[in-house]
């Protein structure tokens, strides 16, 4: 079995257990299978058994005790998938992730994905995050390509974590937006909550459940109604950088929730740079990519 303890935060106050656990747990198959661990009293609230419709409260101490076959390398198995690395040593890799993949299994996504590829490549990969997500440190949503952290033991993981946390890491996108940015630069500075009419997306709020989020951005070059831009969030919400875009009347080509999607044959987001402290060396180190082509194309560069 495998024991995993969340403790709820004041976003998801009077949220359904099932439906928050399905949010937080993305190493389970489906909604049912959080239903059924419920119900057969494998998930317990404060040290005691609910029902499915519990609704949590903001401070709540859960713990969920997982079957380990769910976690098991079934669903993450090495596979023959070509890998872009940027950088490796005896630590970490940074690689560069195309659009389209999935950073590791989830559901409706067991194969095909990053940690698919990564299992293939090397057998030094940390394990902190359960078998399923080995040498994953942080994530790109799947229409997002650029680099990202992939950690090979288990210290090298939590060190760079906490930098994660404390908000550490120096991380820079670019990406193309809709119509042209006025402002040479400028900082966005709105809270952010889940969407109250959709549960897989976020949106500006206001209220006691938003959290802080903040974007900072530089326009490259602005060209026949669309701009080339630089964005460099500070804090790392769900989504941030695609609904402060779009809160400034600016959403991602390509994004198939906040924008148009038909607008560009992908969504228009790239992490180009990344830095942080080595946990091995002490040294501050930075990894830049150029951005993708088509992104220069379109602005004629």
């Known amino acids: 079995m495998c024991l995993k303890y969340i403790k709820v935060d004041q976003e998801n106050n009077h949220t359904r257990l099932d439906v928050f656990l399905t949010a937080k747990l993305e190493d389970i198959p489906s909604r049912n299978y959080i239903k059924k661990l419920i119900e057969s009293g494998n998930v317990k609230v404060n040290e005691n058994i609910v029902k499915v419709n519990y609704k949590v409260c903001a401070g709540d101490d859960i713990c969920v005790d997982m079957p380990k076959r769910f976690l098991s390398q079934q669903h993450a198995g090495p596979e023959d998938i070509p890998l872009e ?37 090397s057998v030094e990969l940390s394990n902190v995050n359960t078998d399923i997500r080995p040498g994953i440190v942080h994530r790109l949503d799947k229409e997002t390509s650029g680099l990202i952290l992939v950690a090979k033991d288990n210290i090298t993981h939590t060190k760079l974590a906490k930098q994660f946390q404390r908000h550490a890491i120096e991380k820079q996108y670019v990406a193309l937006v809709e119509k042209e940015i ?120």
């Open 182 to 301: 006025e402002f040479d630069e400028g900082i966005v500075d709105v809270s952010l909550g889940r969407s109250l009419r959709n549960f897989d997306k976020r949106s500006v709020r206001y209220d006691e459940k938003s959290r802080d989020a903040v974007t900072r951005y530089k326009v490259i070059k602005r060209y026949k109604g669309v701009t080339l831009v630089n964005l460099f969030p500070k804090t790392g919400r769900t989504h941030q950088l695609r609904v402060h875009m779009k809160f400034l009347g600016h959403p991602i080509l390509g994004d198939d929730k906040y924008g148009n999607k038909n607008s560009f044959p992908r969504l228009a987001l790239h992490a180009q740079a990344i830095g942080f402290k080595h946990p091995k060396t002490k040294e501050f180190v930075k990894f830049s990519s150029m951005p993708p082509n088509e992104f220069l194309k379109k602005v004629n560069l």
């Open 85 to 121: 690395i940027f950088y490796e040593d005896q630590n970490l890799f940074v690689i560069n992730k195309p659009c389209g993949m999935v950073v590791h299994p989830a559901r409706g996504n067991y194969s095909g994905t990053l940690v698919n590829a990564l299992l293939h490549h």
